[in-house]
T-cell receptor, first 110, second 116 residues
């Protein structure tokens, strides 16, 4: 099956810093999403981005489908950005399910 | 974004009992829902695909008789953990697919199960 590799596994930032999280896929995916898991476990949808670039406030994401990777950019980080960021991809012809990476645990210090 | 509601948020039960978790898509119809399981400090592992009106499809290694899934309507899927044991203690999260096979998944709040 598809393997999803995220890097880095952990990241500590000073408030105001920028960061880039990466997600590599072992095979092409049908759909691709980025999530933020808050301390209570809720998964917050950040981007649905099978290809191209999207921006939402301080966050943006780029997926290069032909090279099987996606990047999540966080600019001017805030303490509320802390938590675990997951990327997930859906194998073709498998009904929309997502396979998750191991996550990047981000800690933003004041 | 779409809203998916999961209930209960947390449950504590005795070993040997069964626990039912509900997952509802509140503002869209979901032909397909998915159940995931997450252990502390780990990623989400897909357990099964729940299809409205048909049997669920389980991932390899997931016991279908232990984890009963029913998708009786386009807005409700349930997961029943039967004869629960302490090793079943985990965080269970459902998701609903909006927009077909290339659509976007939206997740419930999760249910934390503790089996004593």
């Amino acid at each position: 099956g598809i393997q999803v590799e995220q890097s880095p596994p952990d990241l500590i930032l000073q408030e105001g810093a920028n960061s880039t999280l990466r997600c590599n896929f072992s095979d092409s995916v049908n759909n691709l999403q980025w999530f933020h898991q808050n301390p209570w476990g809720q998964l917050i949808n950040l981007f649905y981005i099978p290809s191209g670039t999207k921006q939402n406030g301080r966050l943006s994401a780029t997926t290069v489908a032909t090279e099987r990777y996606s990047l999540l950019y966080i600019s001017s980080s805030q303490t509320t950005d802390s938590g675990v960021y997951f990327c997930a991809g859906g194998p073709y012809n498998q009904g929309g399910k997502l396979i998750f990476g191991q996550g990047t645990e981000l800690s933003v210090k004041p | 974004g779409a809203v998916v509601s999961q209930h209960p948020s947390w449950v504590i039960c005795k070993s040997g009992t069964s626990v039912k978790i509900e997952c509802r898509s509140l503002d869209f119809q979901a032909t397909t829902m998915f159940w995931y399981r997450q252990f502390p400090k780990q990623s989400l592992m897909l357990m099964a695909t729940s299809n409205e009106g048909s049997k669920a499809t389980y991932e390899q290694g997931v016991e279908k008789d232990k984890f009963l899934i029913n998708h009786a309507s386009l807005t409700l899927s349930t997961l029943t953990v039967t004869s629960a044991h302490p090793e079943d203690s985990s965080f269970y999260i459902c998701s609903a697919l909006r927009g077909g096979n290339t659509g976007e998944l939206f997740f419930g709040e999760g249910s934390r199960l503790t089996v004593l």
